[in-house]
């Protein structure tokens, strides 16, 4: 809606710039909002105000020109200047009723995309596999699956990559350790965590154990039978370590979009060959580098992209260019989407450049990095054990759904106790994802179990709680939500605010598809909860004054559970149908 009066208003623009009213070349952005108060309309825009002075006129005086050169359309009844110059839109109440009936009869619930569909690459989670998945890969994973979602409702086309960090220096101690203890493979292995602690401490306390593992990366690097072979079952562990966890989260991720660095191996010393030929490459204390003259140190010296070391090693940026090269040529992307930390922006963004200047991606790949801010505890520092190690994410899923299901028992002490446990892993699983979901993506976050698994304020359980409170009217009516008939009708003050923000289902997953960014679907299906609630106190349904208005409102009804449980689904969570 928003981006259709947006379309009205500029042709009302182009109007007036004919006419002679508004001077030629003026390309303002032109902002639509939400109003607050309902009886001054359904959207305001502020661009009278933006251009009064360019046109040399009273603000109110050009809202009038405007309202005037504003052409006729269904969706809107009434246009009314406010204030010093706002113009306000009034929606045609049943121009909205239309639509939501369109979206009820609609499997996608009239949601597309308004471009054309686009193959979409999406490299996510992407854990470092000598390591037991930690809280530093929840985002990735959960804010990249959420956002693949979208892109596939949407109708793109999406591929995952895992680029898991599988290779590199430390697989030399891992393997020397294996090497040693051979048994270890069975069972330390089984914690990796573990496993990995007590090969450091060799690494750290033997020369000779250290010398060993230096060996071994490079036998492995080239090629050795045997060091292949335990590395690749260490790896095989790995990720049926990670595979269980995505599981567990309800990522759809498997091993077939495993894609690690150590794939891009024989490619390597090509892409260093290509910057050579495209004269980019400059030798740097035997190092090789493409310095970017758009990225400087702090002395004002241009910035090198590393791609081989004085030794002849390569690295992370050099897989990195391997992988783009192969995302446009082999998979041709649209569109490469990079779930990674924040902390890592500058890598990207002086990686994006490397490969446009050596022609490893083609123009038309747009390559963005989705960074994200810091996980932290609840004090705002860093997130620890309480003896300082790192967190597993299994123990902290564990300990959600173990503190979701004292909450539900609470809360339903009659359940019996198998569906309860089901309930409370929904609960406690959904609470860590939306939490860290709900939160802006470049902002650090606090994870704090309390307030995530709080049935108030914008959490999991209180949407998921909000859908249940839709399911149960139907289960009350003994109908299911599709066998209602009649035609919504849009009359009290709750409806219309209600059915207002329904028709808003599509443009906010445009948004978050645009800008990857999942909290934008949390605060509007947190909205049309908070919505439903009024809606649910104000207008009665089962016990509406007449049959039509039951059945109107019984649409309503369907209608919202559909969306929010459309919008659950696409962040990756569960909707129950009773809790
Ligand atoms: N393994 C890396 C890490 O844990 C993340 C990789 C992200 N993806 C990429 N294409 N660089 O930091």
């Excluded at 040399?56 to 110059?85: F, N």
């Excluded at 400087?296 to 940026?317: F, W």
């Excluded at 409170?469 to 003994?478: A, C, I, M, N, P």
Aim: aromatic share 8%; with cysteine.
């Amino acid at each position: 809606m928003k981006d259709s009066i947006r379309h009205l208003i500029q042709q009302a623009l182009d109007r007036l710039t004919t006419e002679g009213v508004l001077p030629a070349g003026l390309t303002p952005a032109i902002q639509v909002e939400n109003t607050r108060d309902k009886s001054h309309g359904d959207f305001a825009s502020n661009i009278a105000m933006m251009l009064a002075k360019p046109a040399g006129m009273k603000p109110r005086d050009l809202a009038q020109k405007l309202i005037d050169a504003l052409p006729q359309d269904a969706q809107i009844s009434q246009v009314e200047i406010a204030g010093p110059g706002f113009l306000n839109f009034f929606q045609n109440t049943d121009a909205l009723a239309e639509r939501l009936e369109a979206a009820l009869a609609d499997p996608q619930l009239s949601v597309r995309k308004p471009g054309a569909p686009q193959r979409v690459v999406i490299d996510l989670s992407s854990p470092n596999l000598a390591k037991e998945m930690h809280v530093g890969h929840l985002r990735s994973t959960i804010i990249g699956d959420a956002v693949g979602r979208v892109l596939e409702f949407l109708g793109d086309e999406v591929i995952r990559q895992n680029h898991v960090g599988d290779w590199g220096t430390q697989f030399g101690m891992l393997l020397a350790y294996l090497e040693e203890k051979p048994a270890a493979a069975e069972t330390e292995l089984s914690d990796l965590e573990q496993f990995y602690r007590a090969a450091k401490q060799r690494f750290d306390e033997s020369a000779t154990f250290a010398d060993r593992a230096r060996e071994l990366v490079v036998k492995l690097q080239a090629g050795d039978a045997e060091c292949l072979r335990l590395w690749t079952r260490f790896n095989e562990i790995s990720l049926s370590h990670c595979q269980k966890i995505y599981d567990r989260l309800n990522v759809k991720l498997t091993p077939a979009d495993v894609k690690g660095e150590s794939a891009y191996n024989a490619e390597l010393p090509g892409i260093v060959d290509a910057l050579c030929d495209k004269g980019l490459l400059t030798e740097d204390n035997g190092a090789q580098c493409v310095f970017l003259e758009d990225f400087k140190n702090a002395e004002g010296n241009p910035l090198p992209v590393i791609v081989q070391k004085a030794g002849g090693g390569y690295l992370y940026a050099t897989t990195d260019l391997a992988a783009m090269r192969y995302r446009s040529q082999a998979l041709h992307a649209d569109r490469v989407l990079y779930f990674v930390d924040q902390r890592q922006a500058l890598h990207f963004q002086m990686a994006f450049e490397v490969a446009r200047r050596a022609g490893f991606v083609h123009d038309g790949m747009q390559l963005e990095h989705m960074g994200f801010g810091t996980m932290n505890g609840a004090d705002g520092r860093p997130f620890k054990t309480r003896d300082g190690g790192t967190v597993k994410l299994i123990d902290l899923l564990d300990e959600a759904e173990q503190r979701a299901y004292s909450l539900v028992k609470e809360k339903n002490p009659d359940l019996d106790d198998a569906e309860l446990r089901q309930i409370a892993r929904a609960v406690g699983i959904s609470a860590v994802k939306y939490a860290d979901l709900s939160k802006h993506r470049t902002s650090d976050y606090r994870f704090n179990f309390e307030l995530m698994l709080s049935f108030e304020g914008n959490t999991a359980p209180y949407l998921l709680y909000a859908y249940t409170r839709v399911s149960s009217v139907f289960r009350k009516l003994g109908k299911g939500i599709d066998e209602i008939e009649g035609r919504i009708q849009l009359e009290a003050e709750q409806e219309l605010a209600l059915a207002a923000r329904i028709a808003q289902f599509g443009e906010t997953l445009n948004n978050v598809g645009e800008k990857g960014e999942p909290h934008l679907l949390c605060s509007y299906l947190y909205d049309l909860a908070g919505l439903f609630s009024s809606f649910y106190e104000h207008c009665p349904i089962l016990t509406a004054e007449t049959e039509q208005q039951k059945q109107s409102r019984l649409r309503l009804a369907a209608l919202t559970g559909k969306t929010l449980k459309q919008g659950l689904q696409l962040l990756g969570l569960e909707p129950l149908e009773r809790m």
